[in-house]
Each structure stands twice: as structure tokens, then as C-alpha cells.
């Protein structure tokens, strides 16, 4: 069927997923990211406001923060149970305030994390998340299994689509 009455009856079906898509466009905030700038890399105590599930990561879940206080600039961890280690970073991109949904990834040193209820081990855990432009955002892992404590080195990623943004590597060394 060709002409206007093929595109009325194509209206219901197009208007809606019109709709979703400025809608997911405004739920991110319609902002672009430049780049990010990292403001210090280390050792931090946290707090957990909350817990979130997480499939592509090997604990299956992450940790909401309600604060975080930097201990000590390094990217040299001794790891042990309950500790924090990330970076906190700025997007510079525009508009200011626009809130970015990323992509954080976190690249585990062979032979990988090996998580008991689940199958296999994995070199690599991802999720997502949201920042915002401008503001001081957080991005870190804390360990609070034994299973999780691998040495060697731990990359903190953040991307933006295909477009990795910043990579953070940690010398995870036993205590």
C-alpha cells in the first residue's frame, strides 16, 4: 500500500518509538562528552548507600556510594577485604550538568576473578553508569570476597559508546 493512507496506518507504530527515542535522548541529558580528566587515582574509604545488580561483572552486582574520602594517592593496592581503590573524574564536555550514560569496565588480571556461583572465571566485568558533566564523579572497585583478591594488574575503564574515554591500571599486590 503506497501513498497517505500507508503512512497513517504506519502512525501508530512509528510515533511511539519516535517517542522512546527523544525520551532515552533527554533521560541521558542530550549531552556530549570531550573527553575526561582524571583528578587523582588511589585508596579510598566508601560508603555503600545501596546495591545494585550487575550480570556483566563477576560479583553479578555493584555498590551505590553515598560518599567517598580519598586515604591515599597510588595506583599500587595491597589488597585486602574491604578495600576501596579507584579515581575520582570530571567529564568536560557540554552542556554543564547534562547527566552521560557511560560504559565502566573493569579489565581482571589472568587467570581472571572466579566467582563460586557462577560458571568459569572472568577477565572482564561491565555495567553501566550515569555522570555527570562537570562534577567530580567516582569510579572504583572494593574487594569483598576472597575470590576477588587477584594480583597483578586491574584496568578501570570508562567509555563513551565505542569510545574509550579513560583507562586506569592498579598493581594489585597481596598484603
Known amino acids: 500500500m503506497r501513498g497517505p493512507l500507508a ?23 542530550g549531552g556530549k562528552v570531550d573527553r575526561i580528566e582524571i ?11 545501596s546495591i545494585k ?3 556483566g561483572t563477576a560479583t553479578r552486582q555493584r555498590n551505590i556510594l553515598s560518599e567517598t574520602k580519598l586515604l591515599a ?26 547527566t552521560i550514560k557511560l560504559i565502566s569496565v573493569t579489565q581482571y588480571p589472568a587467570p581472571g576473578l572466579k566467582n563460586p556461583k557462577a560458571d568459569g ?17 567516582y569510579r572504583g572497585y572494593v574487594f569483598e570476597q576472597d575470590w576477588e583478591i587477584v594480583p597483578g594488574s586491574w584496568t578501570l575503564e570508562l567509555w563513551d559508546g565505542k569510545r574509550k574515554l579513560i583507562s586506569q591500571t592498579f598493581d594489585v599486590i597481596k598484603p
Request: charged content about 15%; hydrophobic content about 45%; cysteine-free.
Open 7 to 29: 503512512l497513517l496506518l504506519l502512525m501508530p507504530t512509528l510515533v511511539p518509538s519516535f517517542a522512546a527515542a527523544i525520551g532515552e535522548a533527554r533521560a541521558q541529558g
Open 53 to 55: 545488580l550487575a550480570p
Open 121 to 137: 572465571s572472568q577477565l572482564r566485568g561491565e555495567h553501566s553508569l550515569f555522570a555527570t558533566i562537570g562534577q567530580v564523579n
Open 39 to 49: 583528578i587523582e587515582a588511589g585508596i579510598y574509604r566508601a560508603e555503600t548507600a
Open 73 to 98: 594517592l597510588t595506583t599500587r593496592v595491597e589488597a585486602k577485604i574491604g578495600l576501596h581503590f579507584g579515581i575520582r573524574y570530571r567529564l568536560v564536555g557540554r552542556p554543564s550538568g547534562a
